[in-house]
């Protein structure tokens, strides 16, 4: 049984998969599982399997290719990715994102480890073409959601997926979900085992910005988000809250 499953939700980015890999392969630990799960339109259509099979010298049986046929909805790939993972922990890895250096893995098993958290989340590089900068939790958002992990329906402030680490307890991400899908996630996944987290400022990810992301898709169709934040509000019973509502209402105005 491995430490650590890496589950890698992929969609046609040939390059970005191959940076991914390349920084998978360059790691100083070593206990790990590879799961590639490969978006595609059907059984036919074009897929990133020859990238996937270059890794397979230096990988070997660790490394696990499987075809998803898309539904439309990201999260169905992102759980087909983590469905079969053996290992204790799970590190999400979207396909546009990389370990930043040789002993990132290896710092985030450590970071988990040496607490009773269900999750951790760790700084990053903010990555475009143009630009890079680092990005981490500031210690008034520490107390924030320290004080109600609720707060993260508020100021999503834990990042992105591939900033995290969890323990793997069989809990899947919501597919009815694209731009709150992460939050939601961290909300239950933490939720479950006593409101705990653990953290590092240090950006042990680097996470590929551009507008042909899900975040620019999210942001140019409002509607969108406006019925995510009602969804979540209701699934996770925070009308009890005024404070929820109110950031509810603001969220229904908005022109996002």
């Not at 049986?61 to 499987?66: A, G, S």
């Not at 046929?69 to 790939?77: A, E, F, H, L, Q």
């Not at 759980?79 to 930043?100: C, P, R, V």
């Not at 958002?141 to 992105?160: E, F, M, P, W």
Request: glycine content about 4%; aromatic content about 12%.
């Amino acid at each position: 049984m491995p430490k650590v499953s890496i589950c890698i939700p992929a969609y046609r980015d040939r390059d970005g998969l191959e940076r991914l890999l390349n920084s998978i392969v360059a790691q100083s630990f070593t206990d790990y599982e590879v799961i590639v799960s490969d978006d595609v339109t059907d059984n036919n259509s074009s897929s990133l399997e020859d990238i996937v099979n270059k890794y397979k010298g230096d990988l070997g049986d660790r490394l696990i290719y499987k075809k998803h046929i898309s539904t439309g909805r990201p999260g169905d790939n992102w759980n087909s990715s983590i469905e079969n993972a053996k290992g204790q922990y799970i590190k999400m890895m979207l396909h546009d994102d990389w370990f930043t250096d040789k002993d990132s893995l290896s710092e985030y098993v450590s970071l988990i480890e040496e607490s009773d958290a269900p999750l951790a989340f760790s700084g990053t590089w903010e990555v475009s073409a143009d630009w890079r900068y680092a990005r981490h939790i500031t210690d008034e958002d520490v107390l924030l959601i320290k004080q109600d992990i609720r707060n993260l329906y508020t100021k999503s402030v834990i990042g992105a997926p591939s900033a995290t680490i969890y323990r793997n307890n069989g809990r899947f991400y919501d597919p009815k979900l694209k731009w709150l899908i992460d939050m939601e996630f961290y909300i239950r996944q933490i939720r479950a085992s006593g409101d705990s987290f653990t953290y590092t400022n240090k950006p042990l990810m680097s996470i590929g910005r551009s507008d042909s992301q899900m975040t620019s898709y999210c942001l140019s169709h409002p509607n969108l988000v406006r019925k995510e934040y009602f969804y979540v509000y209701k699934k996770l019973g925070l009308k009890c809250e005024k404070k929820y509502t109110e950031y509810l209402k603001c969220q229904l105005k908005k022109p996002h």
